[in-house]
C-alpha cells in the first residue's frame, strides 16, 4: 500500500468515498460460450469487409479532430431513418458515454433515475457517479416488467429520467407493449423522461 492509497492518503483526500468503494465492470470472457447476455453481434466481419474497411480507415484524417465529418454522419443518419422534424440525433462512444451524458445533463438537486432491475448496470453506476439517486424496480419471476410495481415507484420517486432497455440486458426478453405504455404515461405525468435502449 502506498502513501496515496493509505486511509487519509492522497486519494482519499480527493476521490469520493463511494467512487473509491466502486467495483470495476466487469465482462466475462466468453471464449467457447454462446454469449447473449451483452447483445452482442456473434459473428466476425467478413475478410472482404474487414479488408475495406481498413482501406476506407486508412484514407480518413484521424490526426485531426472531427468537425464537419460528424454532422455529415449525423445527417445521414437522420436522412436514413426519416428522422421527424424537430427531433436530433447525438452520437456517442458506445452507450456507456451517452447514458453518463443523461446523467449530467439531468443532474438537479434531488434528481433520480429509475429503471427495472436486473438491467444495464450502467444505468446505477451512472447515476451513482453522478451523485443522482437510483432507483431499481425487480422484475417480476419471469422477468416480465412489473408494471404496478413500476408506476408505484414513478409516483414516489417522480424520476427525472426512467430507463427501458429493449431487448432488456442481461435477460434479452422483450417487454409488454402495453405495460411499457403505460410507464410512458406515467413518467410523462410527472415531467420525467423515458430513454428506450434498443439493441438489434
Avoid at 456473434?42 to 475495406?52: G, T
Avoid at 413500476?150 to 409488454?176: C, G, K, S, V
Amino acid at each position: 500500500m502506498s502513501a496515496d492509497t493509505a486511509p487519509g492518503g492522497r486519494y482519499a483526500r480527493v476521490i469520493r468515498q463511494d467512487v473509491r468503494s466502486m467495483h470495476a465492470y466487469a465482462i466475462q470472457d466468453s471464449t467457447g460460450l454462446v454469449k447473449l447476455d451483452a447483445m452482442e453481434n456473434p459473428f466476425r466481419l467478413p475478410e472482404a469487409l474487414q479488408r475495406e474497411l481498413g482501406r476506407r480507415l486508412g484514407a480518413v484524417a484521424i490526426n485531426r479532430y472531427p468537425t464537419r465529418c460528424v454532422g455529415d454522419v449525423i445527417a445521414a443518419l437522420a436522412k436514413y431513418v426519416d428522422l421527424p422534424v424537430g427531433c436530433k440525433l447525438m452520437l456517442g462512444n458506445g452507450s456507456d458515454e451517452l447514458i453518463a451524458l443523461l446523467a449530467l445533463a439531468c443532474d438537479i438537486p434531488g434528481a433520480t433515475i429509475l429503471a427495472p432491475v436486473p438491467g444495464f448496470v450502467m444505468y446505477e453506476m451512472s447515476a451513482r457517479l453522478q451523485g443522482l439517486k437510483f432507483v431499481g424496480v425487480p422484475l417480476t419471476a419471469s422477468f416480465e416488467l412489473d408494471a404496478e410495481a413500476m408506476l408505484a415507484a414513478i409516483a414516489a420517486h417522480r424520476p427525472a429520467l426512467t430507463y427501458i432497455a429493449y431487448p432488456n440486458n442481461p435477460t434479452a426478453n422483450l417487454f409488454d407493449e402495453s405495460a411499457v405504455e403505460r410507464i410512458v404515461a406515467a413518467v410523462g405525468a410527472q415531467d420525467g423522461l423515458v430513454v428506450f435502449d434498443e439493441n438489434g
